[in-house]
């Protein structure tokens, strides 16, 4: 009797082996959980629909946004940034987000004239358009709290010298590197440097 209660004993202290297709679903389904808690939160991949931001990104790049560190330290002027359509946008049908680079920060008087950007009556520096803006546009001052965003492909943009700021709450994030094509790898930085210079 003894024997039998040992030998019963031992079995129900064996490790019971798990059902691999159950394993491999809890994989699986960590996985998706992560995958996007990360797209949520952290960073997510985008893809470029239009040539508004040529000659800086072509259309069908791959970037990658971070969406995490601009809640911790404020956007700088030649950020490229995400964000979600503005009321403005969303009363005119828009639903998909756009992608610009940000150009006015809160409380700048920002005007366009000349062929060039002013902010606070500064030239801008920007060597990297395709062309100078043919437009006049402003003086404004950038509400607070909302930046003013252009795309780098100045006549061919449908961005704020339109339709107006963008709020802060509605920024998803900031482009960082590009990961597709292959030839155009690269981190995406604010170069050229913006630096504003006295007037000539």
Do not use: C
């Not at 802060?168 to 155009?184: E, K, L, Q, T």
Request: proline share 6%; charged share 25%; no cysteine.
């Amino acid at each position: 009797m003894t024997r039998v209660q040992n030998q019963a004993s031992d079995e129900n202290t064996q490790p019971q082996v798990e059902n691999p297709w159950l394993e491999g679903l809890k994989t699986i389904g960590l996985s998706v959980i992560l995958a996007l808690g990360i797209r949520t939160f952290v960073a997510e991949a985008r893809y470029i629909p239009s040539g508004s931001m040529l000659p800086t990104l072509q259309i069908n790049d791959r970037l990658i946004v971070d969406k995490l560190s601009y809640h911790f330290h404020s956007l700088e002027r030649g950020d490229i940034v995400v964000f979600s359509p503005t009321q403005t946008l969303k009363d005119q049908g828009f639903k998909d987000a756009f992608i610009k680079r940000v150009i006015g920060l809160p409380g700048e008087k920002v005007e366009v004239k000349g062929g060039r950007v002013y902010i606070n009556d500064q030239p801008l520096r920007e060597e990297y358009i395709d062309e100078k803006p043919s437009y006049q546009w402003g003086p404004v001052q950038v509400a607070s709290d909302s930046y003013l965003v252009l795309g780098d492909n100045r006549n061919n943009s449908y961005d704020s010298h339109y339709w107006g700021f963008v709020p802060r709450d509605r920024i998803i994030g900031r482009a960082v590197v590009r990961f597709w094509p292959p030839n155009r790898v690269g981190e995406l930085g604010q170069e050229p440097a913006y630096e504003l210079k006295s007037a000539q």
